[in-house]
């Protein structure tokens, strides 16, 4: 589990931040701040169970720059505006007379992405979901990230893939407890996910921290690809449609591709 301050990914309220690529989303929107604003709101966000002095936030975001007071001001109020926030309504930046700032919202010690793990689309908001069942997490997204998608043309090639996908992952660990069996300890074994639907398919990423895989659900909305952190029972829903298969990192840990297969139309009876 990262602290708080090692995390990429927060979220609070209807809000998440995305520290890697620097965006404040909003149900999957993207929150226009400067980025002065955005440096603030990071920085109280991360030192969000302490007082961040005044000064030290000047210093912080414009370093070996001298600047009035006022242009501090000034962003916290642009920042308040963006996060929704009224006159009387400090949910998330509290103004400590005399002092500073400090952030004022709960937030949950939730899975850090790898960097750049999933980039999003215009057309494929990675959002999370809840279920009573699992520890699915409520919408955020993470997302964010551009998901690059193929088209196969036939559900035979996707069982062909996960054969395939099978096969290279035991050749590969057979490679491997025989060529260094004295020096690695025995592979751990655990399920890649507890969840009452068929999940299948799974796709280790490259740092070994993080899996995708594919989930098939009769509950509207909930089938798709999702990324799980290994040692750990929260989910994310990368996808939401049910013929998006066999999810693959890209070496860098960057991407993750997945097969859309095309849509089966019933037979006409004439």
């Known amino acids: 589990m990262a602290t708080l301050a090692q995390q990429r990914f927060y979220e609070f309220g209807e809000f ?14 993207v929150v226009a701040l400067t980025p002065k604003a ?9 030192n969000r169970g302490r007082v961040v002095e005044k000064d030290e936030l000047m210093r912080l975001v414009w370093p070996g720059t001298v600047v009035e007071e006022n242009n501090l001001t000034r962003n916290i109020s642009s920042l ?7 006159p009387n309504d400090h949910r998330f930046i509290v103004t400590v007379p005399g002092r500073g700032y400090q952030f004022a919202a709960v937030i949950p010690l939730a899975m850090p992405l790898p960097d750049g793990a999933v980039e999003a689309s215009d057309h494929l908001q990675a959002t999370k979901t809840e279920e009573s069942e699992s520890s699915v997490v409520s919408p955020s997204v993470l997302h964010t990230g551009i998901l690059a998608g193929g088209r196969r043309t036939g559900g035979l090639g996707l069982y062909f893939a996960i054969a395939a996908c099978v ?40 740092d070994g921290n993080y899996v995708a895989f594919e989930r098939h659900s009769e509950s509207p909305g909930l089938a798709g690809i999702y990324l799980k952190q290994v040692d750990s029972e929260r989910y994310l829903q990368l996808t939401r449609v049910a013929r998006d298969a066999c999810p693959a990192w890209s070496p860098d840990g960057r991407w993750i591709a997945f097969s859309r297969l095309p849509e089966r139309s019933e037979p006409s009876i004439s």
Do not use: N, T
Request: aromatic share 4%; proline share 7%; net charge positive.
């Open 167 to 206: 096969l290279v992952s035991a050749s590969a660990w057979l490679y491997l407890s025989r060529h260094s069996q004295a020096a690695l300890p025995p592979p751990r074994v655990i399920p890649v996910v507890a969840l009452q639907d068929i999940a299948e398919c799974a796709s280790i990423s490259p």
């Open 80 to 86: 308040r505006k963006a996060l929704g926030e009224g």
């Open 16 to 29: 998440q931040l995305d520290a890697g690529r620097r965006l404040l989303l909003r149900a999957g929107d």
């Open 38 to 46: 955005f440096d603030i709101l990071l920085i109280l966000v991360r």
